[in-house]
């Protein structure tokens, strides 16, 4: 068996020394987490909470994956080690909730902007939400390329724009330009967002 080291920091997207004179020692919170392990196929639900700045947990042998925050009910963000991230991945993104993937892409949005992701990984873990269908998610997905598209340079754009194509058009071409007869108001909202954001974001001339 091994064991998970946990750390707690603040988070902001300010360097931190702009903060080092408010703030002389590191602040410490008593933080609740849910945390879910797969292993060898079986899943291991536990709590607790982390009060100090570094914690150990064990780990059963062999795991699969593990989840912090389960069900997004935590307010504090999660950055997980690469191989702890590909481990999630790997195990299928479709086994989270929708809220635990709003929380995963929406944390490691976050995390980019404050520098603590380099962009090209984030732009990567995009590619893993083409089968999304979830408007939250898309909604985090959607303001990060549109952010990307103020602030790159005008050489870069058509590289970005293909990027985005390529990120939106799957959900497009699944969920059609049309209305399907019983499918939900939220369903017909991220249609029109993502044919908007095809457009404007995309440049997609249809």
């Known amino acids: ?4 080291a946990l750390s707690q920091q603040r988070f902001t997207y300010l360097h931190t020394s702009a903060l080092s004179t408010q703030h002389s020692a ?13 292993a060898e196929g079986k899943t291991e639900r536990s709590q607790m909470l982390l009060r100090e700045k570094n914690a150990t947990v064990p780990l ?7 989840l912090i925050n389960e069900e997004g009910h935590g307010f504090y963000r999660v950055r997980y080690a690469p191989d702890l991230l590909d481990r999630i991945l790997n195990n299928g993104i479709d086994r989270l909730a929708a809220t635990e993937r709003f929380n995963l892409i929406n944390d490691a949005w976050a995390i980019t902007v404050a520098g603590l992701m380099p962009l090209t990984d984030y732009l990567d873990l995009t590619a893993q939400f083409t089968s999304e269908r979830d408007k939250n998610v898309w909604a985090v997905l959607l303001d990060s390329f549109s952010f ?8 870069d754009r058509p590289a970005l724009e293909a990027f985005v194509r390529g990120r939106i058009s799957p959900a497009i071409a699944d969920l059609g330009w049309e209305p399907q007869s019983g499918e939900s108001e ?8 993502l044919i908007s954001a095809q457009g404007k974001l995309g440049n997609d001339p249809a």
């Open 1 to 4: 068996s091994g064991r998970l």
């Open 26 to 38: 590191p602040a410490t919170w008593q933080i609740p987490l849910h945390i879910r392990v797969i």
């Open 186 to 193: 939220l369903t017909k909202q991220l249609r029109g967002e």
């Open 148 to 155: 990307l598209n103020r602030i790159i340079k005008v050489e």
């Open 60 to 66: 059963p042998h062999n795991f699969e994956s593990i």
